[in-house]
């Protein structure tokens, strides 16, 4: 039938000549293949022809009603979940649980001379405590006066890699 790529046909033939049996069923199928192409064409009939369209066409509306059915339930179950999902996001977000509790609340008062500032490895003075604003006064004057704790150390033994300066420690120097 002339299908095939020239560097195909060329190993077909090959095999061919090779195979007997190969050989007999390609003249078969070529002298079928001419035959069926000396008959004439013949036009199939319209009312076939449009029974065989509404027969598509029904089983293709089939298909999509079963199909917006099930996408139907599943777009509805989607719609389900994010509304719950919403509706607990919502609450946890705008209701404190922390009140609905049936014991009450105890809340801890740190006085002022017991919170102490830490100074991290980055020299850096912090104080973390939840407050009112008259602690939050108390808390500022202990932490004005903690500068007044720094001793600057005017020896070192040592030489270090560290920075090179003034050097402020809470405790005392012994020269």
């Given at each position: 039938m002339r299908e095939m790529d020239p560097s195909e046909e060329i190993e077909f033939e090959r095999e061919m000549m090779?195979?007997?049996?190969?050989?007999?069923?390609?003249?078969?199928l070529r002298s079928t293949y001419n035959k069926v192409k000396k008959l004439?064409?013949?036009?199939?009939?319209?009312?076939?022809?449009?029974?065989?369209?509404?027969?598509?066409?029904?089983?293709?509306?089939?298909?999509?009603?079963?199909?917006?059915?099930?996408?139907?339930?599943?777009?509805k179950t989607v719609a389900v979940a994010a509304t719950i999902l919403l509706l607990i996001s919502v609450s946890v977000y705008f209701i404190d649980f922390g009140t609905l509790t049936s014991s009450p609340a105890q809340t801890t008062v740190i006085s002022a001379g017991t919170v102490q500032p830490w100074v991290d490895r980055n020299e850096i003075i912090n104080i973390s405590d939840r407050t009112d604003a008259v602690q939050a006064q108390r808390i500022g004057a202990e932490y004005?006066?903690?500068?007044?704790?720094?001793?600057?150390v005017n020896k070192v033994d040592e030489p270090s890699n560290q920075r090179q300066g003034v050097?402020?420690?809470?405790?005392?120097?012994?020269n």
């Open positions: 090779s195979n007997e049996n190969l050989l007999i069923e390609v003249e078969s004439p064409l013949k036009q199939t009939p319209a009312e076939i022809l449009n029974k065989v369209k509404e027969q598509a066409v029904s089983d293709q509306q089939k298909r999509l009603r079963s199909s917006f059915k099930l996408i139907g339930w599943f777009g004005e006066k903690s500068y007044e704790k720094l001793i600057p050097l402020l420690t809470s405790s005392p120097v012994n």
